[in-house]
């Protein structure tokens, strides 16, 4: 009964992954070819991409998607890699975790706005520039960032965000108890013949692991090369990356643009795809040359300057992460802020009042979306995880779901989240809530699936042998055994799938049709439109949120302990009252 | 629910484990093949270096054996095949090198989780009961404990405990004395012995201690690496 739900419900999840990517991209497919019934366009041609393509600044657009994706993903990876040569032996590689943790589940659109408030031409950097050098006129950076034309400003946050993630992807794969030992030994061996610390960790240990980070790290890259806040945010309008364009295209008044906004969609996916291929390529060419320095046998490995480099990025992570809060907790505060002062004049609540007062309803929109989310994901991946366990599928079926897991991650959002849309307006047009809940789904699945997989098979089987050599059904053994042993990992993936909906900008927005504003929708449309200041607010509010549902996932668990010993406690006074 | 196992059990007095042709493949390759019968009260012992698959034998007969092995043969408990029976209702106890007691729970809840439903009248007569086991292994006073504060030798004993609580047709050592240190290791052993005999049922004993398979005095298996 409980195997068959488990099954049942691994199908399901199946479903909720493949169906709406791929009836979304369905959804493209058929207006890029210019067959779009609701606006009388019956016939197939390839007139919308002959427009597309005819497009001025197409050619840019791409350049600029593609130059910001692969860059930022490539320059993201050195930078962890170089952050785990320099520090993967001491007991500094927990703190360098915490400290990038919350950067993790800070939303992309949060990211950008505070990089815009420490690095803008007015932002705290010209400050301290200003105030130091004593020139009045911001041209420090102004040329420079934002908006700068060559998408560095946007690759800057891209690079940002992706650090902590590849980070603690290759932390977790390096914590895996198999990978721990191997690990270990290689380079303990690599010492042993004579290669440093750094060399050992390039030649011998990296290889092992970033076999096993690849596929997050092309997920990475997809995300990167069509992500639309961070460009929306960051990048100069005209032309923008593709992924902007095609957001204004879809939300253009004249509705006929939504045929160009899907043939730019398939062309995303191409960008994409190249992306990958093009990252391969690379990733192949460095695996050649490596392995040709492993023939050189050298063994020493830059041991200095990869210390060097390893440690400044942390320094940079470091100080920018001391200046975001500075600088948005400050102007959340200012009133008066003039250039190039370090303090605002004064300080006033007004902001906080007035972002308080606008935010109260996209505040209980976010949490009752993420919750409703992060809850029903982590029942699916749990029952899922156990249906693993208790119905092991044949090995090509696994593969199959394991690929499927990825497919939200691989196919650009922009690509598909559109077509989806249209399907969901075909189905109904007033449940709105659900849609945008099965658009989030989409997204926090796989992260809760990622996350709560690593514990769940390091479960030690053989407390489910024992209880069930005791008599317990497998039902029994799920909730009495494995759930209150693994709190502690089902409460973080919660928090985790918590963050991921709150963070999610263009799900929202294009699901709900404007509907359903968020924390993250009005943080992103209040950076174009209304003060700083409250920006600002709404930058803070953004990190907050998922922050707090981490202190649920932190405290949870103690409280469900201390209820447990309270309750354990109360039954054997009894028993000793009553006793013998 | 088990209407027809209490039946049999009525029915005869002692239990026996019998393996008949049992045979394990991994894969396509022939990994062991052993047919013997185990009478109540004694222990069969299995040796053979890691590896050989004395633990796949005894996930074989608890109902754990899982891709890529594959079993051959019948295992019958009593006269009755288990080999079609989920491993929880097949009444086979497992106990392991380590303890593994529930670190959510007391010791008092680890060994009522194994009692069978509605064996006493009500909690309270339930946790009399377990402070009568408790007493007989001279822990009496622990039951109130969390598992994390109890030394190892404290813990098998409870794991045993445990075990035996579940009232099991038979009982699985996979090397349960191999992590004891040596003056723990000869008694905890002799009272594992002497429980399983006065509860009158059958034991696999799995280990690589020669002092071990002397101690339980039954029929020794060795297993050859294939």
């Known amino acids: 009964m409980f195997t068959r739900l488990t099954v049942f419900t691994r199908l399901l999840l199946f479903l909720l992954l493949l169906m709406p990517v791929s009836v979304g991209f369905i959804g493209v497919i058929f207006p890029s070819f210019g067959y779009f019934p609701a606006l009388d366009r019956h016939d197939f041609s390839f007139d919308i991409f002959k427009k597309l393509f005819a497009v001025d600044g197409l050619g840019r657009m791409v350049w600029l998607s593609l130059f910001t994706g692969i860059g930022s993903t490539l320059l993201a990876t050195l930078c962890t890699f170089l952050l785990l040569a320099a520090c993967y032996k001491s007991s500094f590689l927990n703190k360098v975790q915490a400290m990038l943790s919350p950067l993790l589940v800070l939303p992309h659109a949060a990211t950008a706005i505070a990089l815009l408030f420490v690095l803008s031409p007015s932002g705290l950097f010209a400050r301290l520039i200003g105030s130091i050098t004593s020139t009045t006129i911001p041209s420090a950076n102004a040329a420079f960032f934002p908006y700068d034309d060559w998408g560095i400003s946007v690759l800057c946050a891209l690079v940002l965000k992706e650090v902590p993630f590849i980070l603690l992807m290759a932390l977790s794969v390096m914590a895996q108890p198999s990978n721990v030992r191997k690990l270990a030994g290689y380079q303990r061996v690599g010492v042993s013949l004579g290669y440093n610390e750094k060399s050992t960790f390039f030649k011998l240990m990296l290889p092992s692991i970033y076999a096993q980070i690849r596929l997050p790290i092309l997920a990475v890259l997809v995300f990167a090369t069509s992500n639309v806040e961070i460009p929306l945010i960051l990048a100069a309008n005209n032309p923008g990356t593709l992924s902007t364009a095609i957001l204004h295209w879809f939300n253009h008044v004249d509705l006929s643009m939504r045929l160009l906004g899907s043939a730019a969609s398939i062309l995303q996916v191409f960008v994409c795809v190249f992306a990958i291929l093009f990252f391969i390529t690379i990733e192949r060419g460095v695996a050649l040359w490596g392995r040709n320095r492993l023939h050189a046998g050298k063994r020493n490995f830059f041991e200095r300057s990869i210390a060097f480099l390893g440690t400044s990025v942390l320094a940079v992570y470091a100080v920018l992460i001391a200046m975001v809060v500075y600088v ?5 505060f200012a009133t008066y802020w003039p250039f190039p002062h370090l303090l605002p004049q ?164 294009l699901a709900s049709g404007g509907a359903i504003p968020t924390v993250t929708t009005e943080a992103v449309a209040s950076v174009s439109g209304s003060s700083e200041r409250l920006t600002a607010v709404y930058a803070i509010l953004q990190g907050v949120m998922p922050f707090m549902g981490f202190v649920i996932a932190w405290t949870l668990p103690a409280m469900i302990r201390f209820a447990r010993t309270r309750k354990r406690n109360r039954f054997s006074q009894k028993v000793m009252r009553y006793g013998p | ?164 609580a579940a009232e099991p047709d038979v009982v699985l050592l996979d090397e349960p004395f191999s992590k004891l240190d040596a003056s723990l290791r000869a008694q905890i052993r002799q009272w ?28 020794v298996i060795e297993i050859m690496p294939c």
């Not at chain 2, 196992?5 to 009525?10: A, E, P, Y």
């Not at chain 2, 594992?192 to 039954?218: C, M, N, S, W, Y």
Request: some cysteine; proline content about 5%.
């Open chain 1, 328 to 332: 948005v907790v400050m102007y959340s």
């Open chain 1, 346 to 509: 004064g300080f006033t609540l007004l902001h906080w009042q007035t972002a308080l007062s606008a935010i109260d309803e996209p505040f209980w929109n976010a949490v009752a979306l993420a919750f409703a989310t992060s809850t029903s994901s982590v029942v699916f991946v749990l029952l899922t995880l156990e249906s693993e366990v208790l119905a092991p599928a044949k090995q090509k079926v696994a593969r199959l779901f394991s690929l499927s897991l990825f497919l939200p991650l691989l196919v650009p959002g922009v690509a598909f989240l559109y077509g989806l849309v249209w399907f969901q307006q075909l189905l109904s047009t007033h449940a709105l809530g659900f849609h945008t809940y099965i658009a989030h789904m989409v997204y926090v699945v796989p992260y809760v699936y990622l996350s709560l997989a690593v514990s769940y098979r390091r479960f030690e089987p053989r407390y489910a042998y024992v209880a069930q050599s005791l008599g317990k059904s497998p039902f029994q053994v799920f909730w009495h055994i494995k759930l209150p042993m693994l709190t502690n990992a089902v409460c973080v993936s919660w928090a985790l799938g918590m963050a991921i909906s709150f963070s999610q900008y263009l799900p929202t927005l």
């Open chain 2, 1 to 164: 629910m088990d209407h027809k196992s209490t039946v049999l059990r009525g029915q005869t007095l002692s239990q026996v484990l019998s393996l008949q042709h049992l045979t394990i493949h991994k894969g396509g390759e022939r990994l062991l093949q052993i047919h013997t019968e185990v009478p109540a009260q004694s222990v069969l012992t299995i040796m053979g270096p890691s590896g050989c698959g004395k633990t796949t034998l005894l996930n074989a007969i608890s109902g754990q054996l899982s891709a890529p092995f594959v079993m051959q043969g019948d295992i019958c408990i009593n006269g009755r095949s288990v080999v079609a029976i989920p491993p929880h209702k097949r009444k086979v106890g497992i106990m392991f090198q380590d303890a593994l007691l529930f670190e959510h729970m007391s010791v008092k809840e680890n060994i009522a989780f194994a009692i069978p439903p509605e064996r006493y009248r009500s909690k309270k007569a339930q946790s009399i009961a377990i402070d009568r086991l408790l007493e007989n292994v001279s822990l009496s006073g622990f039951g109130d404990r969390s598992i994390d504060a109890l030394s190892g030798g404290q813990q098998a004993r409870i794991s045993l405990l445990r075990t035996l």
């Open chain 2, 192 to 219: 594992t012995f002497d429980e399983i005999k006065r509860r009158d049922i059958p034991a696999v004993l799995v280990t690589h201690d020669k002092e071990d398979a002397q101690a339980a005095d039954g029929e």
